[in-house]
């Protein structure tokens, strides 16, 4: 009952329109039984009668003794229909054509100076009965009252009469047009929604189509978010096989060759004491690549699930910077490369050290693995509007523009050809950097011109007092 948005609008409107007929219902009751209309025409008449008899009986009224004047005045009220009350000049009552029949008037005591020029006027006798009347001033200064009680409808005939024909044609006529229109918009409305239902019900499938953009503004936009999400789904997937792809890819190497070598050793085709230490120290490399694999894959998937622990200390950068170059000067004399560090004096910041100090390994052996010999890698750091900017640049030769944007994808290795070869990493090294970068609350970024180098630069935020850039698990 009332589930489907066709029914729902329906009887949205059912109750509109049953609302709208009962406030037009009350005010028009109200209105008839006011009836202005009636009123105005019994003034109207109350004027006619007035004028007749100042004209016609105002004479054979005047100085009548009081029960020949009561008699004078029934007859008069009765032939008109009409109550007439003559007052002397001060307002006093001199006689009532309904004396005894009806509660005689209020005191009138305030007389208008011309009466006859009155506006509608209304009394309301001693028994709280209404009157509407008017006022004749006579020759002799008495004063003719002529009165008749307002017209009153009974309730119940004015609504069976006058309100409930037409308001029941009406409403019928209105309640045709609201379901021809509540069809008409629900299915305006359902109809892409059923589209939408359908193809989520298709996606569950596995079976991705895209949903056109129509109907109303709120549907367009869920078909849209629809269509978004099921790319994103589309490109999750994908970069879970491309995941799955990928470590097969690089644990394959590794293993073919052990399995290579250690056969060799078994087959004793390695025979001298030489060949089976050349093949062991294969294997040993080989295993140790793929332990260094199996130890990023792992460090992601941490970070990834929100379970890595992101130590929040005090951090020394400079010292920190300092360190790490430090650490690779032997390396970088052994390849020939100039190392420079221009690190100044930097604000404080709340992180995990160890972690800041992988992110700085990375970017600096990454600068001097890529830099040819004779080439230079420096490390420079600067305080920036609350920010440490920290980059690492080099004379290598650089990231082709192409390749920049995906540079921080898992896996994604500019140079194809090197894909696990000896002593290369596997694309995994500018991921975890970011990463650990983006649980800092930091941001990393890449820019290189071709054959002229690469600069790597880190935005760190300065620790504050309030501690809200304090490094935060991710997730
Ligand atoms: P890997 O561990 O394989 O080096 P990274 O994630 O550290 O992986 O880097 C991804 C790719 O980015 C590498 O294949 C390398 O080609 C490229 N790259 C990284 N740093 C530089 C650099 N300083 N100069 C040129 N290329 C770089």
């Not at 029949?101 to 011309?114: D, I, R």
Request: proline share 6%; with cysteine.
């Amino acid at each position: 009952m009332f589930t489907s948005i066709r029914s729902r609008l329906w009887l949205t409107y059912i109750l509109m329109i049953v609302g709208v007929l009962c406030v037009v219902t009350f005010g028009l009751t109200v209105y008839l039984l006011k009836n202005p209309p009636a009123t105005r025409q019994t003034f109207q008449r109350l004027q006619i009668v007035a004028n007749f008899i100042q004209i016609r009986e105002a004479g054979q009224l005047q100085g009548l003794p009081p029960e020949r004047l009561k008699n004078a005045l029934q007859r008069t009220g009765q032939a008109v229909s009409a109550r007439i009350i003559l007052l002397n000049p001060a307002g006093e009552v001199l006689g009532d054509s309904l004396a005894g029949a009806a509660a005689p008037p209020p005191a009138f005591a305030a007389l208008p100076k011309n009466p006859s020029a009155a506006p509608n006027l209304e009394f309301t006798d001693a028994k709280g009965r209404r009157w509407l009347y008017t006022l004749r001033q006579l020759d002799d200064g008495s004063v003719l009252v002529v009165a008749a009680e307002p017209p009153v409808i009974p309730l119940r005939q004015v609504l069976r009469e006058d309100i409930l024909p037409p308001l029941t044609q009406t409403g019928l006529l209105a309640l045709i047009v609201a379901l021809l229109l509540g069809y008409w918009l629900a299915r305006w409305i359902s109809a892409p929604l059923r589209r939408i239902s359908s193809a989520a019900r298709a996606l569950a499938a596995g079976e991705h189509q895209k949903i056109p953009i129509v109907g109303p503004a709120e549907v367009r936009s869920l078909a849209q978010s629809f269509n978004e999400m099921m790319e994103r789904m589309n490109a999750n997937q994908q970069s879970q096989r491309d995941f799955v792809a990928n470590v097969s890819h690089e644990l394959k190497t590794p293993l073919t060759s052990i399995q290579g070598f250690a056969q060799a050793i078994m087959d004793g085709a390695a025979n001298s004491p030489e060949q089976v230490q050349q093949a062991a120290s294969v294997i040993h490399t080989e295993a140790g690549r793929m332990n260094r694999l199996v130890l990023d894959l792992l460090d992601l998937a941490r970070i990834d699930s929100g379970i890595a622990e992101f130590k929040r200390e005090a951090v020394d950068l400079t010292r920190l910077l300092q360190s790490v170059v430090e650490k690779f000067t032997p390396q970088a004399t052994q390849a020939q490369v100039e190392l420079r560090a221009e690190i100044g004096a930097l604000p404080a910041l709340v992180g995990d050290m160890d972690r800041l100090v992988q992110v700085f390994t990375n970017l600096v052996d990454n600068a001097i693995k890529h830099t040819p010999a004779g080439g230079r890698a420096a490390m420079r750091a600067r305080p920036v509007d609350g920010f440490v900017e920290i980059s690492v640049s080099d004379t290598g030769p650089g990231i082709p523009a192409d390749d920049l944007s995906r540079i921080f994808e898992r896996f994604y290795q500019v140079d194809k050809s090197r894909r696990g070869g000896g002593g290369h990493g596997v694309g995994l090294g500018l991921a975890i950097t970011r990463e650990i970068v983006q649980a800092h609350a930091g941001s990393i970024t890449a820019y290189s011109i071709p054959e002229r180098g690469s600069t790597f630069t880190v935005k760190l935020p300065v620790a504050r007092p309030d501690d809200s850039t304090l490094a935060h698990r991710k997730g």
